[in-house]
């Protein structure tokens, strides 16, 4: 059997011998995914769960809940900041201390809205 032959069964789903998978993982490039903070840690959570192989294209949902995130965290940083318990004072240290609690309140709710959850 050449080698499109064996790509072809393995693009068709059949089975393949060892020898055939060696074959097929010497000449097809595997394609590396990176994923921001939150796909990440989302593709972590669903190996957990053993539930990644249940979605059919999983970059592309990945690369979405990243984008949710990125979404989520600007529509809340920009509603917090203009909340009164999170407007800078003038003092660095209390400035700072605002800060940190503001995203402490946003990387919680991402991570309940769209990482932890199946």
Known sequence: ?????????????EGLTVEEIKVYQA??????????????LK????EDKGLDWTIANLPEYLHSIDKAADELYNTMFEKLSKDERYKRTGNFIEDYRRQTEMQKLIEEEILSELIYVA
């Open 1 to 13: 059997m050449n080698v499109q032959e064996i790509i072809a069964k393995a693009d068709r789903g």
């Open 27 to 40: 000449n097809v490039k595997t394609v590396q995914h990176v994923y921001g903070k939150y796909g990440t």
């Open 43 to 46: 593709r972590k959570y669903l």
